[in-house]
């Protein structure tokens, strides 16, 4: 369970576990696929993490810039691609091991030990 006062509905960055680098949209079309580089424009970089109520460790992962919804497409499998889109899932939020404050994002629609490989990193 993540403490209340560590990470609250609020914008973020999310960066890859493995290269460090940012997570971005690739374009800004409605619906766009989640591409890692290193980017300057904030708008392409923050995300929204939505709190579900009622749902412990559980938010909506949104695009800051298009308002759209982090998802897996069309197969919710581990390894599957994200993209961004109107429909929203849900996603938990668990800590990491690290111990420097870092979270993971996975999908519910898998068991959560499944990591997608994206963590939170700090608030913007």
């Given at each position: 369970?993540?403490?209340?006062?560590t990470l609250q509905t609020a914008t973020y960055n999310i960066r890859h576990i493995a290269t460090g680098q940012y997570v971005a949209l690739k374009d800004t079309k409605r619906t766009s696929t989640l591409i890692v580089l290193q980017d300057s424009h904030f708008e392409h970089?923050?995300?929204?993490?939505?709190?579900?109520?009622?749902?412990e460790?559980?938010?909506h992962v949104?695009?800051?810039?298009?308002?759209?919804?982090?998802?897996?497409?069309e197969?919710?499998?581990?390894g599957a691609e994200i993209i961004s889109g109107t429909e929203s899932y849900?996603?938990?939020v668990r800590p990491a091991a690290s111990?420097?404050?870092?979270?993971y994002l996975s999908l519910t629609l898998l068991d959560h030990r499944e990591d997608k490989g994206w963590h939170e990193s700090k608030p913007i």
């Open positions: 369970m993540i403490d209340q006062a970089l923050a995300w929204v993490l939505d709190k579900l109520a009622g749902l460790d559980t938010y949104r695009s800051f810039l298009q308002n759209t919804f982090a998802q897996t497409g197969s919710p499998i581990p849900p996603w938990f111990g420097f404050g870092d979270f």
